[in-house]
């Protein structure tokens, strides 16, 4: 596609439920990245995935946070046992290797945990 | 990770106003970027600029990475700008993660 993708774009969810977040990244794109923006606040980093290489999980926030990447395509981001601070919006980005790592961002997940 | 301020934290301009919104970050790095996160909460990279001065139409970045900041500025603003504008830096330039500042709120008004 033209842009970076993500769905549902809204999730509603009970708290101790487990949630799955899709991103479809740029095509062509090896990096694919996963943040978190709670509201009003800046974007934090969780995950990230370059080619074949072992992702950076350095920024996710617990166990109960996980994901995965195919190839260099599609991404799912797991949150186990939602929690009601988990609520936030979940972005996701992709950039190349050209030499301008610019990052593209996907319109994000709404998640809402009750 | 890489301390981000941005200032001002909220600014209020008439349209046609110019303004500069300010990046100081705490570490030596190799990769900044400007973005503008419009009202519906779309990110929109404005700059890649790890260090010198682009120009994109009314916007134009300059980063100074030996004294660790950056600015953007917004000539003859207008309606369609308000927003909140991030930078993001990060310490390599192959795929790395971004460290976010907390942003500048615009708010341009008619």
């Known amino acids: 596609g033209a842009g970076v993708s993500q769905s549902p774009s809204n999730k509603v969810t009970e708290k101790g439920k487990d949630v799955e977040l899709r991103c479809d990244p740029i095509s062509g794109h090896t990096a694919l990245y996963w943040y978190r923006q709670r509201l009003g606040q800046g974007l934090e980093f969780l995950i990230y995935?370059?080619?074949?290489?072992?992702?950076?999980k350095s920024g996710l926030p617990s166990d109960r946070f996980s994901a995965e990447r195919t190839g260099e395509s599609v991404s799912t981001l797991t949150i186990q046992r939602t929690q009601q601070e988990d609520s936030a919006v979940y972005l996701c980005?992709?950039?190349?290797?050209?030499?301008?790592?610019?990052?593209?961002f996907g319109p994000g997940t709404r998640l809402l945990v009750l | 990770g890489i301390q981000v301020e941005q200032s001002p934290p909220d600014l209020i301009l008439q349209e046609g106003a110019n303004s500069t919104l300010r990046c100081n970050f705490s570490?030596?790095?190799?990769?900044l970027q400007w973005f503008h996160q419009n009202p519906w909460g779309q990110l929109i990279n404005l700059f890649y600029?790890?260090?010198g001065t682009k120009q994109n139409g009314r916007l134009s970045a300059t980063t100074v990475a030996t004294e660790r900041y950056s600015l953007l500025y917004i000539s003859s603003s207008q309606t369609t700008d308000s927003g909140v504008y991030f930078c993001?830096?990060?310490?390599?330039?192959?795929?790395?993660?971004?460290?976010f500042g907390t942003g500048t709120r615009l708010t341009v008004i008619p």
């Open positions: 600029i790890p260090s």
């Open positions: 570490d030596s790095v190799n990769n």
């Open positions: 993001a830096v990060g310490w390599m330039t192959g795929a790395n993660n971004l460290f």
């Open positions: 980005a992709s950039s190349s290797l050209t030499g301008q790592e610019t990052q593209y």
């Open positions: 995935f370059q080619g074949n290489s072992a992702p950076d």
